[in-house]
């Protein structure tokens, strides 16, 4: 089955540090693939995403490649701000099937000034 | 246009007692999600619905829990008889059909005493 694994949190930076939270996902196919944010007391709200091997979903300064050759999909940023402190979601959709979303466990980032 | 919504934001119940949370799509989405967070984990799926179809319901627990997106009126998580494992914020998404992406409510907390 699919299954996402992330890179364990909380990860605690400094303002206008770079940022890395690793993602490795499991799936049958070439699913689609989706970093989701969650700031505290909201819903879920889309980062950025990735359709195919290669493509490169970038957003608000975060950047994440689809990287067939070793499952993964990391997110990056160069420099992050304390407004990025948040939980962040690494998830996958098999090609398909419906928009079900197999989510990863979720990363608690927290920018101190 | 109006995000996702879903009530009551937080929901306090007595093991025992029935919980019903509300989700109104956003306009012209067809597709409904549902999701459930326990505290520290990510979001797990439960259960895909359309107007007046169950599509995929196989994150469900088999008892207690159920679920509806009537023809008129927001989707229906009910969950019966809670115990305090049911205690979680219950998430759901929206999607038009075949649009790849769900958009998310703020969730709806449950705690059972």
Redesign the interface.
């Known amino acids: 089955g699919n299954s996402?694994t992330?890179m364990e949190g909380p990860v605690t930076l400094s303002e206008e540090a770079f940022l890395t939270i690793n993602c490795t996902y499991t799936a049958t196919g070439y699913p689609?693939l989706f970093w989701?944010v969650q700031y505290p007391?909201?819903?879920?709200?889309?980062l950025l995403?990735a359709?195919k091997a290669d493509d490169k979903g970038s957003n608000k300064g975060f950047e994440a490649t689809y990287r067939k050759e070793t499952t993964s999909f990391h997110l990056e940023k160069g420099s992050v701000q304390v407004s990025d402190s948040a939980v962040y979601?690494c998830a996958l959709?098999s090609l398909g099937g419906?928009?079900?979303?197999?989510?990863?466990?979720?990363t608690r980032l927290t920018i101190i000034p | 246009n109006a995000g996702?919504m879903?009530n009551p934001r937080h929901l306090v119940r007595r093991r025992g007692q029935e919980a019903r949370l509300r989700c109104s799509p956003m306009k012209g989405h067809s597709?409904v999600?549902w999701?459930r967070q326990l505290p520290e984990?990510?979001?797990?799926?439960m259960v895909?619905l359309q107007k007046e179809n169950i599509?995929?319901e196989s994150g469900m627990p088999k008892e207690r829990f159920s679920a509806e997106f009537p023809k008129e009126g927001p989707s229906i998580l009910r969950i019966q008889q809670v115990v305090r494992g049911d205690s979680a914020a219950y998430?759901c998404?929206s999607?038009p059909p075949g649009?790849?992406?769900?958009?998310?409510?703020?969730?709806s907390r449950l705690t059972v005493l």
Not at chain 1, 41 to 46: I, M, T, W
Not at chain 2, 41 to 45: N, S, Y
Not at chain 2, 99 to 107: D, T
């Open positions: 996402v992330q689609s989701y007391g909201e819903g879920l709200q889309l995403k359709t979601f959709r419906n928009e079900k979303l197999t989510f990863g466990t979720g | 996702v879903q597709h999600y999701y984990e990510g979001l797990k799926f895909y599509i995929d998430f998404a999607s649009s790849g992406e769900l958009f998310f409510g703020e969730g």
